[in-house]
Nanobody, 124 residues
Framework: QVQLVESGGGLAQAGGSLSLSCAASGRTLSVYSMGWFRQAPGKEREFVAALSWRGGPTYYSDSVKGRLTISRDNAKNMVYLQMNSLKPEDTAVYYC?????????????????WGQGTQVTVSS
């Protein structure tokens, strides 16, 4: 099992910044990919960003590309999401996810473990 704990959510104004963190513990050696998803009220959970623990490219949804940055610290088993130029439509619960498949997925079913989420609210 892998446990994921998100932190760093909160309230920001449009144009502002927030930084999210995800701490992974447990059988982290089984993890290949890490991702961030978000879910707004009344909407389905959607892909935000992802990467592989082993390095390589990062992946983003079109709606966040150029504003949000995913990064990792393997030594600390941490994944981060730096959120800049925030917009009200970024308001959602943000979830950290870990996948054991040998590729980086953009879909919910591509991940095996999920954190409990952290709320991000962007005011206009």
């Amino acid at each position: 099992q892998v446990q994921l704990v998100e932190s760093g959510g909160g309230l920001a104004q449009a144009g502002g910044s927030l930084s999210l963190s995800c701490a992974a513990s447990g059988r982290t050696l089984s993890v290949y990919s890490m991702g961030w998803f978000r879910q707004a009220p009344g909407k389905e959970r959607e892909f935000v960003a992802a990467l592989s623990w082993r390095g390589g490219p990062t992946y983003y949804s079109d709606s966040v590309k150029g504003r949000l940055t995913i990064s990792r610290d393997n030594a600390k088993n941490m994944v981060y999401l730096q959120m800049n130029s925030l917009k009200p439509e970024d308001t959602a619960v943000y979830y950290c996810a870990a996948g054991s498949k040998s590729w980086v997925s953009r879909i919910v079913d591509g991940y095996d473990y999920w954190g409990q989420g952290t709320q991000v609210t962007v005011s206009s």
